[in-house]
Every structure is written in C-alpha cells, then in structure tokens.
C-alpha cells in the first residue's frame, strides 16, 4: 500500500485543507482499487477487504456515498439508545474499577478499548469474539502493512461474514471506524487533560469542551482536475494530504476540525459526543488524584497518530 515511486503527496494545512476536503474538484482516495492491484500482483484473495473497504464513507463519493451513509445511518439510529445505555453504563462501571482504588491504569487498554468495545458489539451485532478482528481492521489502511498481515484480518474477516452472513458486514464496517479514532483520540484527550493538570484531582479535571487530541489527524484526497485553491497549485491525479489536526492550529481550530467536514462529517459524532459529555460529567464526582506516568505512541500507525500506551497513576 505504498505510494508508488512516482506518486508524491502533497501536504496542505488550514485553511486551504478545509477548502479541497469540500470541493467537488478533489474526491476521495480510492483504497478498495488498491488492494485489487494488490490482490492481482500477489494472486491472495482480497475479496472481503475490498468488500467492506468499499463500503467505508470515507474511501466513497457521489451517489453511491450518499447512499452507503443513509444506509449506514439508519444502522445506527437502529441502536441510539443501546449504544447510550451500554457507553453510560460502561463508563460508570471503569470509573467505580479504577478511579475508587490505588491503582495504575493504561488508558487506552483499561479504559478507552474496553468502553468502545461495549459500544460496538451493540452497533455490530456481532458477538463478543468477533471484536478483535474488527479492532484489526483499521490496520488494513496502514501503508507500512506486511501483505501476510493483510492476508491474516481478510481471512479471519471471511470467517466472521460466513459465521454472520453478508447482512452484517455493513455493521461491521461501522463498528471499525470508530475503533481508532475513538479510543486513540479519548486517550489522548484524557491523558492531555492530566498532563496539563498534575496530580490534581479527578472532580477538577479540566477536559474542555471536546476531545483535545485526535488519533486521526489527516484525511488525502485526490484532485480530478488541474485546479488551484488559495495559494495552493494543484494537477490532475495528484493525491493531496490535507492536515485537520495539529500543534500550529488553535484549539478552536482542531476542535471544529475533529468530525471533518461537509458530506463527510463523521457518522460517529453523536455517540463521540454523548461519551465525552457522559464521562465528563461523571468524573467530577470522584476525589481521586491523577498522575501522568507514560505516554508512548505506536510506531508506523499510519493514518492514525495511535498511542500504544497512555499509563496514569489513581491514588485515594
């Protein structure tokens, strides 16, 4: 999944990423067409990646987009109240584990993992065991990939879709957006919000108005025709990375950045939200101190900036 030796990407940053994510002169990077040339190279069966890939909003354009995002958000207002009820339940549950006890915690494994996995068995409709493979699947968008690996997640993928039935794929496919985005950016939030605030205590934590730190902070889009926004050239074929989250923009910036934007904005928002709102409210009624211990990120997590761990310190 490598570029191409003759493929360059070029990087753009606010405000012209805002302006070609929206314009109709650039579309969507074609994944699903890279894993046929894959699949044709290698002679592996890439079937059932593709297959789902293709059903992904952020790889779609055009009608057929329009159609898989109603599709897809019909799913999930199938389940709105189930997916509330499992996150508020979660999040009340982990709190009562970890926060009423001396302890330390990763925050991604202990707590973010374990609260979207609650939320995604309800919107997959899958059970419990087929989690893992759909906490896998966003590695199938990683450049660096080995081609057995990819191998690997499509083959256990078939067996979930042959267990399951072709019907849930589409579930499926929901489920795995937000298995990255999700956790990585909660925390990455969270550990931020106890960076900033040393040993202070959980009922004082100040985690702002949204997620502060994204796990996702690009989307590339390819250019149909030889066009220019800004100060920004841009030629036919060229695949453009436009940058939605970084250190150089404002807070205000990277928070009205962190569901994208126009006919692509994120499906996942309103449950992102409800468990941001539902954790912040939560918190503020425990009275134990919180301590950054260590943060490490993952190494070739392309296109998402994913922390391998985000260990913090509870004491009573």
Same mark, same amino acid.
Request: proline content about 3%.
């Given at each position: ?7 360059? &990407? ?19 990077? !074609? ?26 909003? &952020? ?8 159609? *898989? ?29 970890? /926060? ?23 919107? +997959?409709? #899958? ?15 990683? $450049? ?9 997640? =499509? !083959? ?5 879709? *042959?267990?399951?039935? %072709? ?17 990585? +950016?909660?925390?990455?939030?969270? @550990? ?5 605030? &040393? ?23 390819? #250019? ?9 050239? /841009? ?6 990375? #436009? ?5 150089? @923009?404002?807070?205000?910036? =990277?928070?009205?950045?962190? @569901? ?5 904005? #994120? ?19 425990? %009275?134990?101190?919180?301590? $950054?211990?260590?943060? %490490?990120?993952? %190494? !070739?997590?392309?296109?998402?900036? @994913?922390?391998?761990?985000? *260990?913090?310190?509870?004491? &009573?």
């Amino acid at each position: 999944m490598k570029p191409q030796d003759n493929e360059e &990407i070029m990087t753009i940053k606010f405000p012209d990423a805002k302006a070609v994510i929206m314009s109709k002169d650039f579309h969507s990077y !074609n994944m699903a067409e890279k894993y046929r040339e894959m699949q044709s190279r290698s002679g592996i069966d890439f079937s059932t990646a593709i297959s789902l890939i293709e059903k992904l909003p &952020i790889f779609m354009d055009g009608e057929a987009h329009k159609k *898989n995002r109603k599709n897809m958000a019909l799913l999930i207002a199938a389940t709105k109240n189930e997916q509330e009820e499992e996150a508020k339940n979660t999040i009340d549950k982990l709190l009562r584990q970890y /926060f009423t006890n001396c302890c330390e915690l990763d925050l991604v494994s202990d707590f973010a993992r374990p609260l979207w996995h609650a939320i995604a068995v309800r919107i +997959s409709q #899958c059970e419990d065991d087929a989690q893992e493979v759909i906490d896998s699947i966003p590695s199938l968008f990683s $450049p660096v990939l080995s081609i057995r690996k990819r191998e690997i997640i =499509n !083959n256990r993928l078939t067996e979930i879709i *042959n267990r399951q039935g %072709e019907g849930k794929i589409l579930h499926i496919a929901l489920a795995a957006l937000g298995t990255r985005p999700l956790t990585g +950016s909660l925390a990455l939030s969270l @550990y931020d919000a106890i960076l900033q605030n &040393i040993t202070v205590k959980a009922s004082t934590l100040d985690l702002g108005y949204g997620y502060k730190k994204s796990s996702l902070t690009y989307v590339d889009r390819v #250019c149909t025709s030889d066009t220019h926004i800004g100060s920004s050239q /841009f030629r036919s074929g060229q695949r453009v990375r #436009c940058i939605t989250q970084s250190s150089e @923009y404002t807070e205000e910036e =990277n928070l009205s950045s962190l @569901y994208g934007f126009g006919a692509h904005v #994120c499906l996942g928002r309103p449950i992102s939200q409800f468990i941001f709102q539902h954790l912040k409210e939560e918190i503020s009624g425990y %009275e134990c101190s919180i301590t $950054p211990v260590k943060l %490490e990120m993952q %190494e !070739n997590s392309d296109p998402f900036n @994913y922390p391998l761990c985000a *260990n913090v310190r509870i004491e &009573i």
